[in-house]
């Protein structure tokens, strides 16, 4: 089996605990965590133990429905404490997952990749989810705060691809002979100016995901209608009815389920982050959001008046009265290339774990 981040070992003569974590480079604690049901300090020959070594979350490449699938696979095995399950599906059937860490009573939920070719936003939270696990797991900090203590005082949901078709089109893993991608095609060929499939926004029947929410979304439809995104589209179009589109339909019903004390959606680009909502400022929304922009560097901003309904932030900060970011991560054309990866996630790791905190 070719793993990253773990194999499986079947212990022999000699071998001790001390010896095998100095052999592969790994920690006691991390072995201990991924096999529960052992005791590691009296190991018999023959069996068969779980070596975490490095990493699982492999920042070189986008991900996609299939390799997200594969590593929260294997970031159960290795961090049995994280609760993973699927929200919903998407238009096409793929799973929308999300991930618990913590058991506190504090309620904390991030997002990434609503937009298709936003999708490093993806790796951003799948890199905290096992930068966090295994500070917990070896007792170290994140971003200078105790993984155990925030761990023991926050519960927090990430939902790392809210939009799996929408990506699975963007990094190609979508043939084009499925008829879904040539549904996109058609659809892309009435908006020749945005390059196909690098433009991708959208869901894959071409719905706007973050323009869904019953937030003023008729406002957002007049705009966005009269900018000519009056049917489906790469970008922009808000779909014929509020939470018409599954993938938004399910994030929806999911917030409704919990009590969230503060949202994040993760988008690029720009290097800013939006934190109101017409005029409602949710306690506290602005000091966090200042901070926020103090630690990652991001500017602290209105929402162009264009952009400025039916998202979900939009109607986060309607419906609760409480802190709801959009936080547009990083520079450049999207989608953003990977290589920028480490640039970006040193921006916003203070962020992620401020979000927990304050
Ligand atoms: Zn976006």
């Known amino acids: 089996m070719n793993n990253k981040g773990f194999f499986y070992y079947e212990i022999k003569q000699g071998d001790t605990i001390y ?30 133990i779980i070596i975490p070594v490095g990493n699982i979350v492999d920042n070189s490449e986008y991900y996609n429905s299939e390799k997200i699938k594969n590593d929260l696979n294997n970031l159960l095995i290795i961090y049995p404490f994280l609760e993973i399950k699927s929200i919903g599906k998407s238009e096409l059937g793929k799973e929308i997952y999300c991930i618990k860490i913590g058991n506190g009573n504090k309620k904390i939920f991030y997002n990434g990749s609503f937009h298709a070719n936003e999708l490093i936003t993806t790796n951003i939270l799948m890199q905290y989810i096992e930068q966090y696990s295994r500070a917990f797991v070896e007792n170290k900090k994140i971003y200078n705060y105790n993984a155990k203590e925030l761990f023991y005082d926050t519960s927090l949901y990430i939902i790392p691809l809210v939009n799996p078709d929408g990506v699975d089109l963007v990094t190609g893993s979508l043939l084009d002979v499925d008829s879904a991608y040539q549904n996109a095609k058609n659809i892309a060929d009435n908006f020749p100016n945005i390059p196909f499939p690098q433009g991708w926004k959208a869901n894959i029947n071409g719905v706007d995901l973050n323009l869904q929410f019953p937030a003023e979304w008729e406002k957002a439809k007049e705009i966005k209608y009269a900018q000519g995104f009056d049917k489906p589209a790469p970008r922009d179009f808000v779909g014929y009815g509020p939470l018409t589109a599954k993938e938004s339909k399910a994030i929806y019903e999911f917030t409704l389920k919990h009590n ?85 996630y040193e921006e916003n790791i203070g962020i992620l774990t401020l979000g927990l905190v304050l």
Not at 25 to 41: F, G, H, K, L, Q
Not at 272 to 297: L, T
């Open 260 to 344: 969230f004390s503060l949202v994040i959606s993760y988008h690029t680009q720009g290097q800013v982050i939006y934190w109101d909502f017409q005029n409602i400022n949710p306690p506290n929304g602005k000091q966090i959001g200042e901070r926020f922009s103090e630690v990652s560097g991001y500017k602290f901003a209105d929402v162009p008046y264009n952009s400025s309904f039916a998202g979900y932030k939009d109607w986060f900060i309607l419906k609760y009265n409480k802190p709801g970011y959009t936080i547009e991560a990083g520079l450049g054309n999207n989608p953003i290339p990977i290589e920028q990866f480490y640039k970006i």
């Open 19 to 48: 010896k095998l974590t100095k052999e592969f480079e790994t920690s006691v604690d991390r072995i201990i965590c991924a096999n529960p049901n052992i005791n590691i300090y009296n190991l018999k020959i023959g069996n068969k």
